[in-house]
């Protein structure tokens, strides 16, 4: 079973104190007040998700971040504490939120529409997206999947320009779902 959300961060409460302090001081060092609001709705929608994947409700959730790299915690891939066997991955725009939960591996995306670097796509995707009557809405599809991907360990940052994600819905590897809204695009994929 897979719960995957994305949603508007305007328009209900969220939960401020379902955050660890960790969260707690991740989300005051951040400069601006919609940052700071994209932050919290995306770790109230992961725990929400989290909750409905485990029956759970979701002010029960724990979710701790460490990062591989540096060992310091608030940062790095999310999990959820006491649960190793559940995956989670959140991402925030400052007008959307998404988050997913799973039994398996999995990672999310959720960005506002614009055209990026060429240099993170192949020659293929490069050149589906010169045939795109929408290049802003194409490149921002292509991203979020690429992201996704990353965020679910398959590629990393250095490796977006050769990860070609056209065909990714029809992958044997990847389950791939995705989203779209006025101005924003996401996915979110799970490791078969």
């Known amino acids: 079973m897979v719960v995957a959300r994305f949603e508007a961060v305007g328009g209900r409460e969220y939960a401020a104190d379902w955050l660890t302090p960790a ?3 991740r989300h005051d060092r951040l400069r601006r007040e919609d940052d700071r609001a994209a932050y919290l709705a995306a770790h109230v929608l992961a725990r929400e998700c989290v909750g409905a994947l485990l029956g759970s409700a979701p002010d029960r959730i724990t979710l701790a971040q460490r990062c591989a790299d540096c060992g310091r915690e608030g940062h790095g891939p999310p ?3 006491g649960h190793p066997d559940v995956r989670v991955s959140l991402s925030h725009a400052r007008e959307y939120v998404a988050a997913v939960a799973a039994h398996a591996v999995c990672g999310i995306d959720v960005e506002t529409v614009r055209e990026g670097p060429a240099r993170a796509l192949t020659a293929a995707e490069a050149g589906w ?3 795109s009557a929408d290049r802003a809405a194409a ?5 979020v999947r690429k992201e996704a991907l990353v ?4 590629g990393s940052l250095g490796s977006l320009g050769s990860l070609d994600v056209r065909d990714l819905g029809a992958s044997p590897d990847w389950e791939l779902g995705e989203w779209a809204a006025a101005g924003a695009r996401g996915a979110w994929v799970v490791r078969r």
């Open 23 to 25: 969260e707690r001081a």
């Open 79 to 81: 999990t959820v504490v």
């Open 129 to 131: 997206l010169a045939g």
């Open 139 to 143: 490149y921002t599809t292509l991203w």
């Open 151 to 154: 965020k679910a360990g398959a």
